[in-house]
Nanobody
Framework: QVQLVESGGRLVQPGGSLTLSCAASDSSFGTLNMSWYRQAPGHQREWIGTTTPTGAYTNYADSVKGRFTISRDNAKNIAYLQMSSLKSKDTAVYYC?????WGQGTQVTVTS
């Protein structure tokens, strides 16, 4: 069964940028949509966006549109979430997902 591992989360100042990675354990990665979600304390898990297997099409939640970019490198079995103009409300645990498989999450904290 494929495993997903997120990395790259850290503390960042408001207005800053950060890129998260999601590494998959096998090459089925390249045949599946890839989604990113986040969950802030006390809130439900929120969908951020989804990209198609080739990365040709990507949809984003309105809350991140224009600030976040999802990309993928199928040769490396890695997806990325590039985040810019970060705000305190972006503080959350960020997860990647394919089919019903979730990663363990990586914490992003936006604070001055």
């Amino acid at each position: 069964q494929v495993q997903l591992v997120e990395s790259g989360g850290r503390l960042v100042q408001p207005g800053g940028s950060l890129t998260l990675s999601c590494a998959a354990s096998d090459s089925s990665f390249g045949t599946l949509n890839m989604s990113w979600y986040r969950q802030a304390p006390g809130h439900q898990r929120e969908w951020i966006g989804t990209t198609t297997p080739t990365g040709a099409y990507t949809n984003y939640a309105d809350s991140v549109k224009g600030r976040f970019t999802i990309s993928r490198d199928n040769a490396k079995n890695i997806a990325y979430l590039q985040m810019s103009s970060l705000k305190s409300k972006d503080t959350a645990v960020y997860y990647c997902k394919q089919r019903s498989i979730w990663g363990q999450g990586t914490q992003v904290t936006v604070t001055s």
